[in-house]
């Protein structure tokens, strides 16, 4: 005769269930992003993403409603997690040039670090420069408020934000084939520059503050 479980017996397993469950949503998770980081969304599909992960395809179901609700919760992870590295990089940071450039920096150390989740954001985001996406918020701001005080000059808002995300994104995308720290630092150094005197920053200023920006790389 089968024996009812216990109180006590309940809640010894419930943590133990909820432990498995949150390795299996991550273990779904992470194969998600291993297989973005190589192709495109549409050519990824549910039976390969549970293949990687080890699960049955039908678990996949337990924890996503399909496809596109697992690449949309990659994407966002990975974005809020970026967004969090930048905002601590510019904490205290005011002027808008360097907050630019430290930014760019964050963005490379953060390729750096995971190669794999930047691979999966920067294919998942084909308009990844698009000045209207909530993630570019902050770099919205400070490109406002560099051309309202003078400190960036010549240059609509949007020309500058579209500007500031092409360069950042296209500098990820190369520092991921780069790869050594030196070569990544070297090139991020030389194109934040470029891109601080675009946006009207004095050489000099621009050189001095890129390179600040990019000693933190590595």
């Known amino acids: 005769m089968l024996k009812t479980p216990t109180q006590a017996q ?18 779904l998770l992470s194969a998600a992003q291993q297989l973005l980081s190589t192709r495109s969304a549409e050519a990824v599909n549910v ?9 049955a395809k039908g678990t996949f179901y337990n924890y996503f409603a399909d496809k596109d609700a697992l690449v ?3 994407e966002e992870s990975a974005r809020t997690e970026l967004e969090r590295r930048i905002i601590e990089t510019n904490t205290d940071v005011v002027d808008p040039a360097e907050r630019m450039a430290r930014a760019f ?14 691979r999966a954001v920067l294919r998942m985001a084909p308009h990844f420069a698009n000045p209207d996406t909530p993630m570019n ?4 701001r400070d490109i ?6 003078g400190r960036f000059s010549g240059i609509t808002d949007e020309a500058g934000i579209v500007l500031s995300l092409s360069v950042i994104s296209g500098g990820a995308n190369r520092a991921l084939d780069l790869v050594h720290t030196r070569k990544v630092r070297a090139l ?21 503050l890129a390179k600040a920006a990019m000693a933190t790389v590595g």
């Not at 309940?10 to 273990?27: F, G």
């Not at 920096?105 to 930047?118: F, G, H, R, V, Y």
């Open 188 to 208: 991020g150094e030389n194109l934040a520059e470029a891109l601080l005197v675009a946006l009207g920053v004095e050489r000099d200023d621009a050189a001095a």
């Open 105 to 118: 920096a964050a963005m490379l150390n953060w390729s750096l670090a995971d190669p794999t989740k930047a």
């Open 47 to 55: 039976d390969e993403i549970a293949e990687l992960a080890d699960v």
């Open 137 to 140: 918020a902050g770099i919205g």
């Open 144 to 149: 406002h408020a560099g051309v309202a005080d």
């Open 10 to 27: 309940l809640a010894a397993a419930s943590p133990r269930v909820e432990r498995r469950r949150a390795r299996t949503r991550e273990a």
């Open 72 to 74: 949309r919760e990659v």
